[in-house]
């Protein structure tokens, strides 16, 4: 199929901002075929601002349907695992947000019937579709030459990038009592990993290495490799900071997170050896083709030049859209797939259970 149709679970803040209008940029490769979300409201504000799209009733509706081929999984974290597996039943392909799900016990029951699973399931990092990322890879020194590596994200939630850029619908109309039972699950499945008396802000280092953190660990992990261990982490400001400390082996790789109401949005790698420095700069996702940065700094015989890549305008949504479309049309095996990611909860698991111990 050269156009494939979307239908998109999930029509929240990065749904409106981002994947939206980057599939109706993407007109000759994507149609948006299908949509639902919970609050009515939504469904019809997104349906005038889309009006090739069908509405569906339930997400089962849109996921069952024959005119639909590929489901964007754009959903509350806590639905993931079950749209999923309804999704691989009707035999779509599928771009699953970021996290592909909260507990390894989700993630490997997924795992089980993806092994015969031949459609694309595809999720959705896309810092690691990047420009400044895809070019970094080709900059980076031999894995025995690198002496340290730096990593963190000191941002501020989407709101305060969203509100004065762009209209998002933010629904008002939402069942009181479907949203309590999605908190509760949603707590339930964050429990599982933390412990069920663990006290509010693990709990919430956790949803934050879920959702913010999951970026640029797993970034990390496809630049340099997997850690040895966790050899420290440490969480404050109730939760919503997290510095974490990774043993390669010959070197060790720090990563801070930081969330505060500044409006400001800072995210970096940067890979070191004892002549060359290697930094991925990213900004906001939420407002569309901001551009990445890559700088190189080397020491040549004594003399230091740096290189400065960019300002690199290619957005990583449309980047990350391309691939999944490539992998549909050629039947191969993305990157971002389930396998991969599970390495992230097994990661982010093993970052709270040092947490627990310090």
Known sequence: MSVVRVGLLGLGEVAQSIHLPALADLHGQFRVAGLYDVSPGLLAHCAARY???RTYPSAEALIAAPEIDAVFVLSPDETHSTYVAAAMDADKHILLEKPPCLTLREIDALLARAETYRKVLFVAYMRRYAPAFLAAKAELPPHAEITHVRVYDLISEGPHFLRPSQHVYYPTDIDPELLARGRAAREALLREVTGADAPPDLVRAYR??????SHNLSAMRELIGEPVRVVGAHRNNRGANTSVIFDYGHFTATYDAVVDDLGLFDAMIEVRSNRKRVRIIYDTPYIRSLPTHLDVTENRDGEVHTR???PLYADAFPNELRAFH???????????????A??????WAEIIDRMKRA
């Open 308 to 310: 400065h890549l960019g």
């Open 51 to 53: 009006p090739t799209a």
């Open 208 to 213: 934050g290495l879920a959702a913010l953190s």
């Open 342 to 347: 599970r390495r992230d909860l097994a990661l």
């Open 326 to 340: 490539r992998h549909i049309l050629d039947g191969t095996t993305p990157k971002t797939n389930l396998a991969d």
